[in-house]
């Protein structure tokens, strides 16, 4: 099964797309924020196999999100 870290701060399109990723047989892990996304990605690195990313998040934004993970992991 697909796993995807959706990270969107916006709930209901976060709900929107959870959904239709679902319906599509693939699990979905949502962050709403820099720190929860790179929280999940961490507990879970190894089963994440696409991250969808905004850039504008609180706490921490989505291009430093996303230098940190490149640190680790050259996941899509």
Partial sequence: ????????????LADSLR????LEGM???WAADGEAALSAF????GQ???IILD???????????L???RKDSQVP
């Fill in 27 to 29: 699990q979905v892990l």
């Fill in 67 to 69: 230098r940190r993970i």
């Fill in 19 to 22: 959904t239709e990723f679902e």
């Fill in 42 to 45: 961490r507990k879970q690195s």
């Fill in 48 to 50: 994440i196999d696409l």
């Fill in 1 to 12: 099964m697909t796993t995807i870290l959706l990270v969107e701060d916006e709930a209901a």
């Fill in 55 to 65: 850039w504008m998040l609180p706490k921490l934004d989505g291009f430093t999100v």
